[in-house]
């Protein structure tokens, strides 16, 4: 018996000490309720008296070396685990680090911002309206008779009969209209849509700042010195401005607005095409009709609204000739403004 215990213990503490793993298998293996360990000293009973303490002193031995050389195996393994991830885990702090690009404000929202940002500053209160509006909103509200050249399909995307993409930032002014009573100070700029084919002066889809002002009193007078203040701030204090006739449904009397250009000052240049003048934007006296349609009663309030192409200015700003440059989202193209 003794013969098997040494047996016992070297073929125990060569395994554990080749171990490259989890001990676990091996203690079982040798010290478990069905151990190789465990069943000698089961079989004890059927030795001599005398022989026992012996045997037993033996055995005990045996199991003291077998758990010390696994605790002592345990502990290098456990160490070596260390290591192999410490060495997997390896953190280089003077290695770059990887930066994702970092893009810029694209030029046609910085232009909005800045516009809705100089009108805020006046005063108004920036509302934002669907770009699905109805026809009734985008059209028939606005003064615009059954026959107006802007009412063709061939020029207005529909959704329904009597819904559609908005041509235009103005249906804003008749949801104003209804939800407030005046005195209404408001800019509302957002993205349009007209059916026309992409080139370097048109796009299905381009954006507008439209801004409307109601209240008793209200005069040609304010539209040239909100207009004119606007322009001065937007394009330098020595901007000039010019107010000349127009026709538009939703407003009586209408005039389209110049800024002097901010380039050449006025003398001629490439970007006013030799003009010293350039347009804007179309503004005037709200329409009677549209105040009445808004549930104003134009006896009572009157006001003036003004619409301008974002785009537009956003080019002369950024002396881009080509709109559909601005669409494209080349990041070569964005990075030089
Ligand atoms: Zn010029």
């Known amino acids: 018996m003794k013969e098997q215990l040494e047996q016992i213990r070297q073929k125990a503490i060569e395994e554990i000490e080749s171990a490259q793993t989890s001990l676990d298998d091996i203690r079982v293996k040798y010290l478990g309720k069905k151990g190789q360990l ?6 004890m009973g059927a030795l001599d008296a005398d022989e026992r303490p012996v045997i037993g002193a033996i055995a005990n031995t045996v199991r003291e070396h077998i758990e010390n050389a696994l ?3 345990g502990a290098e393994l456990k160490e070596l685990a260390l290591k192999k991830s410490l060495e997997l885990e390896k953190l280089d702090v003077t290695y770059d680090g990887a930066c994702s690009p970092c893009g810029h404000v694209h030029p046609i929202t ?9 009108f805020v500053d006046m005063g108004f209160t920036v509302v934002e309206g669907p770009e ?3 026809v009734r909103n985008n059209f028939d509200d606005l003064n615009a008779p059954a026959d107006h050249p802007s009412r063709d399909l061939q020029d207005t995307f529909y959704i329904t009969e009597s819904t559609l993409l908005r041509t235009q930032t103005s249906p804003v002014q008749i949801r104003a209209m209804r939800e407030t009573q005046p005195p209404i100070r408001i800019i509302s700029p957002g993205r349009v849509y007209r059916s026309d084919v992409a080139d370097a002066t048109h796009s299905p889809m381009f954006h507008q700042l439209e801004g409307l002002v109601i209240d008793k009193g209200i005069t040609m007078g ?3 010195g909100i207009l004119s203040l606007f322009a001065k701030t937007m394009f330098g204090p020595e901007t000039k401005t010019r107010f000349r006739p127009h026709n538009f449904p939703f407003t009586e009397p209408s005039a389209e607005v110049d800024v002097s250009c901010f380039v050449c000052g006025g003398k001629g240049c490439r970007v006013c095409k030799g003009e010293g003048w350039m347009e804007i934007l179309g503004s005037g006296m709200v329409h009677p009709n549209v105040l009445r349609a808004g549930g104003i009663d134009p006896d009572v309030y009157s006001g003036f609204a003004f619409g301008m192409g974002i785009e537009r200015v956003a ?18 193209f964005l990075r030089q403004f």
């Open 71 to 73: 605790a002592e195996r």
């Open 315 to 332: 080019m002369v700003m950024s002396g881009i000739d080509d709109l559909r440059l601005m669409y494209e989202n080349d990041a070569r």
């Open 38 to 43: 465990t069943a000698i000293l089961r079989g």
């Open 222 to 224: 304010d539209l040239k």
């Open 110 to 118: 910085r232009t909005m911002e800045r516009m809705t940002e100089i």
């Open 132 to 134: 699905v509006e109805t």
